[in-house]
């Protein structure tokens, strides 16, 4: 079943704005009215509209005003439809040159209901059109960002190991030659570790690019709790080896999405908390609603915490947060930022200095959105 398209009607005539309502409900649309400009702007910052009308004529906010706040609040981003009486399409014009996405004009008779509904639709096409091109642009200039950081991974990542390696193969020759096997033994087991996080490097660039270019995937419901119990048994030994204390909640909200995709934040959260956590690591897992249609999860450690600027670069590719030459690759936190983007969700890190940090991130809960 279609789910109904959301309307919110800002409207000070009382009597008209429950004519149109009227006129739309019975075609399917479900339409919330505001009596002012101030209230349906407080509306649409508490819920989620698909369509706001807006009369021109409003109270103390115009109609103009209405418009210019809303484009300018981008977080809803809903269809802008200007309604002004006979005369007053020059209004209408200089509302859609602010940002509007199409107007209707009121007559006498009321026929102008008649092709509300087409001009809602359009109105939304409109709508879709703008997000996708703004959802390109923004996706250009992260791959922008993140070529650029490929370039350093190269250059640094993989290039400055192989000069090791290279350096290690002539000192190993020479060793042998000397049959000091014990040399010989630490060259070995370095070069072995050389490989090892080189390969590692090279799996979690081609995890990110496929995780980039994958848009075919089944969304479904998710038990994260299970899923929780899960990556804690794949992680068991590096839970015995740190000692640490792994807490879970007795119950967790649902998630909507990609069950592997989700499994691989956990999994690099839960890694990162047992690496960067305290001695031993007290870890905590947590969820709550954030509201009735998103949920928010996270993962709560005991370690350092972080300052305000690794926070900023926290999620950057190869950002690392100490010099430790034993630490990964740097791309984890990179991966699980381009999968929860391409969950439609958001990310969350709260960290303080000596208090530990908390990393999260908000999904739908259901394909109800």
Known sequence: MEKAIRVLYIEDNLGMAELLRAHLEVRGFQVTLAESGESGLDLCAKEKFDVVLIDYALGELSGQEVVHQLVADDTSSPAL???????????????MKAGADDYVVKDVGG??????????????NKRDLRRSQRHLQEEQERLIEDLQSFSYAVAH?????LAVFST?????????KMHDEKRITHRLTQMTDIVVKMSETIDALIL????????????NIVDTRQLVQNVCLQLADNISTSQATVIIPDEMPTAYGYLPWIEQIWINFLTNAL????????IEFGAA?????TACFWVKDNGKGLSPEERDRIFLPFARLSQDKKEGHGLGLAIVN?????????LRVESTLGEGSSFGFILPISDEQ
Not at 168 to 176: A, Q, V
């Open 81 to 95: 439809i200007m309604v002004t009486g006979t005369g007053d399409e020059h209004i209408a014009v200089e509302a």
């Open 111 to 124: 026929s102008y209901m008649l092709l509300l509904t087409e001009v809602i639709r359009k109105a939304l």
């Open 289 to 293: 609603m954030q509201d009735k249609n």
């Open 208 to 219: 990110l690019a496929q995780i980039r270019e994958t848009n075919d995937i089944s969304f």
């Open 275 to 282: 690496k960067y956590g305290g001695t031993p690591p007290q």
């Open 338 to 346: 381009t999968i929860v983007r391409k969950l439609g969700g958001e």
């Open 168 to 176: 290690s193969l002539g000192l190993l020759e020479h060793y042998i």
């Open 157 to 161: 990542d993989l290039k400055q190991p």
